[in-house]
């Protein structure tokens, strides 16, 4: 079965104008105009894209899709998340970890959770380790577990300058560095190190460190939350001015925005306007994460949940509230991650790559329909692909 989208823009995610996308198992066979089949008789399903804009799948660096949090006591707990909460807002692919919780959340349940949304659906793909220091592994160590494991891609999200951490040392995080980055070489993967950002007024301070002292390439780090606020923001630009890729939270609260935390968008337009490269900032969700509200004295005041939908928000407000062009929102929610991941065939709309696709309304954004590996999960804004039991269920009407 071949599916051909006809005269989509196609933003890939460079505007690369009027296009049709033709797909075949599960990879983009061939981007070009007036693309025809009709006369060699194959079965070809036909998607007509006018008035559509086509992007890459959005790449979601952080989600916690097994839950994670619980910073107010047991019952809250955040909960997993569903297939449909990724494709219905055009994630095709995430990277899963821990966080706060890595005793009552564990790496296997990672794992087998990953395996489970794989299969569903979507692309998935995981870090080691959680946030705490001495990392927790499947195996013996973090380079065992992104050698041998395949979904393990790098190890995250540890926490620096934050009070729910460990504080590891410089000389600690560098030998973590060190174990991912050769772990990620012997399996041709990034071996990324992903850093969970608190409040602390060191900010990013020990990544300079580890640097200064020692022979860790800069772009082993990836470090989320940087939109915290403004001047945490800026305290990172000397890093992205040197190859890091700057992550920052889509989900947010109303109280955390009223302390000074930026949205995602803004945090994009403020980079932007600080003349920072597009290409250094990416856009996670902290999908089904919790989201505390800590007073000055630590004390939990408040805690809600992410959501896995704020990556699509939040490009949508790039766009239509800061006038960010398409190409540059897609780089954030998709390209920017995809390749500073080291994620092949991700995040960009050219032949050969995965067939990971969004087809929204040119006007108001809204997802008509994804595509994730060649498959057609979403059909006029409906979900095509279903959670496991939710499909049994509708089975049985």
């Known amino acids: 079965m071949l599916t051909l ?4 823009h196609v933003f890939a995610p460079e505007d690369v104008g009027y296009q049709d996308i033709l797909i075949c198992d599960g990879r983009i066979a061939a981007i070009g105009s007036a693309i025809s089949l009709s006369s060699i008789g194959v079965n070809v399903t036909l998607i007509d894209a006018n008035g559509m804009i086509a992007l890459p799948g959005f790449v979601d660096p952080l989600a916690h899709i097994t839950g994670g949090g619980g910073e107010g006591g047991f019952h809250t707990r955040t909960p997993e998340m569903e297939l449909t909460e990724a494709i219905l807002y055009g994630v095709t692919t995430l990277v899963a970890g821990l966080g706060t919780d890595a005793t009552t959340r564990s790496l296997p ?95 990013l301070d020990l990544i300079r460190q580890v640097i200064q002292n020692y022979p860790v390439p800069v772009t082993q780090f990836y470090p989320t939350h940087m939109n915290r606020s403004v001047e945490l923001l800026r305290n990172g630009y000397d890093l992205a001015k040197n190859g890091v890729v700057l992550d920052v939270t889509a989900s947010t609260t109303p109280e955390l925005v009223s302390q000074g935390e930026l ?3 803004h945090a994009l337009a403020t980079a932007l306007e600080d003349g920072l490269d597009f290409k250094q900032i990416s856009f996670s969700s902290d999908g089904n994460a919790s989201l ?66 969004v087809l929204m309304e040119s006007k108001t954004l809204k997802v008509e329909h994804v595509w994730s590996r060649g498959r057609h999960v979403v059909a006029q804004g409906q979900a095509m692909a279903l959670p496991t039991f939710q499909a049994a269920k509708e089975t049985r009407r």
């Open 263 to 265: 949205t995602a968008a």
């Open 292 to 357: 505390p509200d800590f007073d000055k004295h630590g004390n939990l005041v408040g805690l809600q949940v992410g959501r896995v939908s704020s990556l699509y928000s939040a490009f949508v407000s790039a766009v239509l509230d800061y006038n960010i062009s398409l190409p540059v929102a897609a780089h954030a929610v998709s390209t920017n991650a995809a390749r500073y991941l080291g994620l092949k065939r991700k995040g960009r709309l050219v032949p050969n790559y995965d067939a990971d696709i």
């Open 109 to 203: 349940d990672l794992l087998a959770k990953a395996h489970a949304l794989d299969h569903e659906g979507v692309s998935v793909y995981c870090y080691t380790g959680s946030y705490e220091f001495p990392v927790k592994t499947v195996l013996s160590s973090v380079r065992e577990d992104i050698l041998l494991i395949d979904k393990f891609i790098g190890v995250g999200e540890v926490a620096i300058a934050d009070h729910r951490g460990s504080h590891p040392s410089m000389h600690e995080l560098a030998r973590l560095a060190s174990d991912a980055r050769v772990g990620g070489m012997l399996a041709g993967k990034r071996g990324i190190v992903f850093l969970h950002v608190g409040e602390g007024r060191e900010k």
């Open 5 to 8: 989208i006809k005269n989509a």
